[in-house]
Nanobody, 114 residues
């Protein structure tokens, strides 16, 4: 049974920070590339960041320098630290593996607004 449970979203002012968590089960977490995606209202889902089992990371240009993806294999959890948040970061954030599984969690909503 694969489960991906995102948490940590909320309402934050521009310039603020949030830390998202993705608790995974039913997968061999330590062997998977983990990824964060987001879907803004009226937009397609986009890839935000990835982290390999060895810790190599990649980021979308739109978040580079502001977001940091990390993982704790002992906890089967991936994180997304989001700093200097902008209104355009408003979206539902999802985690998944690469290659993608045919499963998505419910996501966690991040709203950046004054």
């Amino acid at each position: 049974q694969v489960q991906l449970e995102e948490s940590g979203g909320g309402l934050v002012q521009p310039g603020g920070s949030l830390r998202l968590s993705c608790a995974a089960s039913g997968i061999i977490f330590s062997r998977k590339v983990m990824a964060w995606y987001r879907q803004a209202p009226g937009k397609q889902r986009e890839l935000v960041a990835t982290i390999t089992p060895g810790g190599s990371t990649n980021y979308a240009d739109s978040v580079k320098g502001r977001f940091t993806i990390s993982r704790d294999n002992a906890k089967n959890t991936a994180y997304l630290q989001m700093n200097s948040l902008k209104p355009e970061d408003t979206a539902v954030y999802y985690c998944n593996t690469i290659p993608l599984m045919n499963y998505w969690g419910k996501g966690t909503l991040v709203t950046v607004s004054s």
